[in-house]
């Protein structure tokens, strides 16, 4: 999960509710670990962005999708004062404001924000100075703090997209690429780059052989011979994370690569597109629909609560249809 607080843009007519509301979720997510809250913020951010007028008031508000009392009371409260006194108090209390700075560096969690912080750390500067006790994957990120920091325009998005599907069809052209996340989700700016890549030759029942996967290794080191990864923060058989720079005029970017068996495409496809708010409330109406579904299957729940065999799933369209829960295109899937 990307890092960055996704501030609204002054175009979006409720973009300062929204921007509040999505510090609120952070707060809850790194400080009070209240990930109920962090989603009821974050639902409300979305509703609120998507929402084509200005709200004038928090009866307003009550009425739409994910707003209750507590966040009507709140806009009425910023929109009598210009502020919110729980951010305030944020803002004043210095474990608080360490531990949101702290938690920007990718493979920093709450858990070591709070540990570092009881070391004395305050700041990113401050860390490093002394990075000893952070693993690989956090003192990478330290190094790219301020690239990291930075929104991929869309555009950037499409020009890497390009240089992937190049560079990993010529090892093998039957490799299938799509770039996921807030870019498939439309997005005109993007945290990072999320790369699901299949082969029809690997499928789920080749999975946990003893064997191991070479297919992720390589692909990574040819991206890494024509420099475009230019560090890694994880590389299992699966799963990459790490950075990668177009060429030196651009930013190093956040790429994180997940292959995955051509059966389960479009489970992937769906979970890595998210949001992760609208995988959390689709995954909930299949429960309801009597199916338990996640990034590699939909399965059926029997009457014992025990899933049942994987459903073949010949598109994205298909998973929607099995739950009964209308399609929606990638650009809908913002809230
Ligand atoms: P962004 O990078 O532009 O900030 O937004 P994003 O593309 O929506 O977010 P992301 O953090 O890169 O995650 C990509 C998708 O992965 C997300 O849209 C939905 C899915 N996802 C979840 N839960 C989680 C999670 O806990 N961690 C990660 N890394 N991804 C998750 O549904
Ligand atoms: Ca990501
Ligand atoms: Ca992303």
């Known amino acids: 999960m990307s890092k960055r607080k996704n501030p609204v843009g002054e175009e979006n007519p409720n973009y300062d509710f929204c921007n509040f509301l999505l510090e609120l979720a952070e707060y809850e997510k790194n400080v009070s670990r209240n990930m109920h809250k962090f989603s009821a913020y974050k639902k409300a951010a979305a509703t609120l962005g998507e929402h084509p007028t200005r709200i004038k008031s928090g009866d307003e508000a009550r009425k739409l999708k994910g707003i209750g009392d507590k966040i009507s009371k709140k806009i009425d409260e910023f929109l009598a004062t210009g502020k919110l006194k729980k951010l305030e108090n944020i ?49 990478i990120g330290l190094k790219y703090y301020e690239d990291f920091e930075k929104k991929i325009p869309r555009q950037e998005i499409q020009e890497i997209e390009k240089r992937l599907k190049d560079l990993i069809q010529s090892i093998d052209s039957l490799y299938k690429i799509t770039i996921c996340g807030s870019y498939r989700r439309g997005k005109s700016e993007s945290g990072d780059v999320d790369t699901l890549i299949t082969h029809p030759n ?40 790490g950075a990668c720079r177009l060429d030196s005029e651009h930013p190093v970017r956040r790429l994180d690569i997940r292959l995955t068996p051509y059966d389960q495409y479009y489970c992937s496809i769906l979970y890595f597109t998210g949001s992760d708010v609208f995988n959390k409330t689709m995954r909930a109406h299949a429960v309801e629909q009597g199916f338990t579904l996640n990034e590699y299957t939909l399965r059926p729940l029997g009457s014992t609560g025990v899933p049942g065999e994987p459903i073949e799933i010949t598109s994205e369209e298909d998973i929607f249809d099995f739950i009964d829960y209308p399609y929606k295109k990638p650009e809908d899937r913002n809230a």
């Open 91 to 139: 803002h004043n209390d210095p474990k608080t404001e360490a531990i949101n700075i702290l938690t920007k560096v990718t493979g920093i969690g709450p858990a070591k924000a709070l540990s570092l912080y009881n070391q004395g750390f305050r700041t990113i500067e401050e860390l490093q100075k002394n990075p000893e006790s952070l693993t690989h994957h956090q003192k």
């Open 202 to 241: 690997w499928t789920s029942d080749k999975v946990n052989k003893k064997d191991k996967n070479p297919m992720l290794k390589k692909i990574i080191n040819a991206l890494t011979v024509a420099d475009l990864i230019i560090d890694t923060l994880s590389l299992g058989e699966t799963k990459f994370m």
